[in-house]
Every structure is written in C-alpha cells, then in structure tokens.
C-alpha cells in the first residue's frame, strides 16, 4: 500500500509541474530563472513524495541520513559510481564527430544543475524509498526493473513538448532508463541502504550523456544508441557483481 502511495504522491507532484510547464510559455526550458521552479517542482516529484511519507512515518532523518551515508559503501559501488564516465572516455574515439573543450566554469556549472534537476529530486524516492520497500518482497533485481518501468513512464510527459528529452530517441531512451535502473539500483543494494551512491551514479550517468555531446555526439541520440551496449555489458556485470558479493 505504501508504494502506491508514493506512487500516486509522486505523479501528482510532478504532472502539477508539468502541467505549468505544458501551459506557460516561458516556463518551457529550465534554462531560465523563470522556467526553473517549474521544472524543478516536477523533477523533484519522487523525492518530495519520499521525504512527504517518511515524515508521516517518523522516518525522514533515517531517509535524509541515508542520502549522506558513506559508511559502509564499499570500493564495488564506487566503482560503479565511476563506470559511465569510463564508458565515455572509451567511446570518445567513436565520435562521429569532432570534440569541442568545455570549460571548467561551464562543467561545474553542468554538475550543480544535473544535480538539483534529476539524482537529488528523484534518487530519494526512486532507490531510497521504492527500491527499498520492494526489494524485501521480490529481490533487489525485480525491484530494480519496476522502479525503472515507473521511472520510464514519469519521463514520457517530456517528449510532449519541446524539451532537451524530446531530442533524444524515445526508444533508445527507454532501453537506457531501463539498463540504468539495473545499474543504479545495483549500487544501491551494494551500498547497503546508503543512497549516496545511486545519487552520484545517476549523477554520472547524465553527465556522461552531457559532456558525450562535448566528445563529438552532437545528435543525443547518436550517444544513447551508441552507447546501448556499453550499458547492457554494465547492467550484466552489475548483476552478477551483487551475486557474487551476496548483497
């Protein structure tokens, strides 16, 4: 009952921002301070519908405490954390086009907003708080492919108007929320209840996609289907690395 709950506090929180996406016009890219608080009310839907039900329950400093645990995370979930910009950098030969620099003004400033728009607005209630009342139930594994099921349509309302998303593949996308579900919530079971890992791999994941299209994939739909496979190799690897720790 629980996880429908957060099911239902979560899509009505961000279709509620998305809906003042969808009517406002100046509030159609996050890129502004007008659009922003919009989109932030929409992407931080998961986390805020988590923190709602934690509070009610008395569990919202265990959850927030969860969010900065480092304790106990071992070097297999860091790794992990690391894996998608390695994919990048053994991908940058295969760039259909050029490289460009980034500078390192504009890649603090990619960090800090990939950051506030997606790990911290989603991984508290995505891993944190669905994952974790999944998994008990169904295994880690399980839990990971129906977070990533909901984590994939939530995104949908994305391609209905002109948003970076609706720029990318909606197929590829899909795989790619799917395998990253695999990998983050793989991570997550590593970390043993520490969210602080699925936070920076979500975090790495996009910037990987970010700074991919630096590399020479101008198209973003160039570097999700090019970097299908990659990720399903992780996504496998990343199973059968929590099997073999036992977590």
């Given at each position: 009952?629980?996880?429908?709950?957060?099911?239902?506090?979560?899509?009505?929180?961000?279709?509620?921002?998305?809906?003042?996406?969808?009517?406002?016009?100046?509030?159609?890219?996050?890129?502004?301070?007008?659009?922003?608080?919009?989109?932030?009310?929409?992407?931080?839907?998961?986390?805020?519908?988590?923190?709602?039900?934690?509070?009610?329950?008395?569990?919202?400093?265990?959850?927030?405490?969860?969010?900065?645990?480092?304790?106990?995370?071992?070097?297999?979930?860091?790794?992990?954390?690391?894996?998608?910009?390695?994919?990048?950098?053994?991908?940058?030969?295969?760039?259909?086009?050029?490289?460009?620099?980034?500078?390192?003004?504009?890649?603090?400033?990619m960090v800090v907003f990939n950051l506030l728009l997606g790990p911290l607005g989603e991984e508290l209630g995505w891993r944190g708080f669905m994952q974790e009342q999944l998994a008990?139930?169904?295994?880690?594994?399980?839990?990971?492919?129906?977070?990533?099921?909901?984590?994939?349509?939530?995104?949908?309302?994305?391609?209905?108007?002109?948003?970076?998303?609706?720029?990318?593949?909606?197929?590829?996308?899909?795989?790619?929320?799917?395998?990253?579900?695999?990998?983050?919530?793989?991570?997550?079971?590593?970390?043993?209840?520490?969210?602080?890992?699925?936070?920076?791999?979500?975090?790495?994941?996009?910037?990987?996609?970010?700074?991919?299209?630096?590399?020479?994939?101008?198209?973003?739909?160039?570097?999700?289907?090019?970097?299908?496979?990659?990720?399903?190799?992780?996504?496998?690897?990343?199973?059968?690395?929590?099997?073999?720790?036992?977590?």
């Amino acid at each position: 009952m629980i996880v429908f709950q957060f099911l239902a506090l979560t899509f009505a929180i961000s279709l509620l921002g998305f809906a003042c996406i969808f009517v406002l016009p100046f509030a159609r890219s996050p890129d502004n301070l007008k659009g922003l608080p919009f989109w932030l009310v929409m992407v931080w839907g998961p986390s805020l519908a988590a923190m709602i039900l934690s509070y009610a329950n008395g569990n919202l400093i265990e959850l927030l405490g969860r969010a900065v645990k480092v304790s106990g995370v071992p070097m297999s979930a860091w790794l992990l954390v690391l894996s998608p910009l390695v994919v990048l950098f053994l991908m940058r030969k295969r760039a259909p086009e050029k490289a460009s620099k980034i500078g390192v003004g504009a890649l603090v400033g990619m960090v800090v907003f990939n950051l506030l728009l997606g790990p911290l607005g989603e991984e508290l209630g995505w891993r944190g708080f669905m994952q974790e009342q999944l998994a008990p139930q169904f295994g880690w594994l399980v839990a990971s492919l129906a977070v990533g099921v909901v984590w994939a349509v939530w995104h949908l309302p994305l391609w209905g108007i002109d948003s970076p998303h609706a720029k990318i593949s909606l197929p590829a996308f899909l795989v790619h929320v799917m395998l990253y579900s695999v990998i983050i919530g793989a991570a997550y079971t590593l970390s043993g209840g520490s969210i602080l890992p699925a936070i920076l791999l979500h975090l790495t994941l996009n910037l990987a996609s970010n700074i991919a299209v630096n590399v020479g994939y101008r198209d973003p739909s160039s570097w999700f289907h090019a970097s299908m496979l990659p990720y399903a190799v992780l996504a496998i690897g990343s199973v059968v690395l929590v099997f073999l720790t036992g977590s």
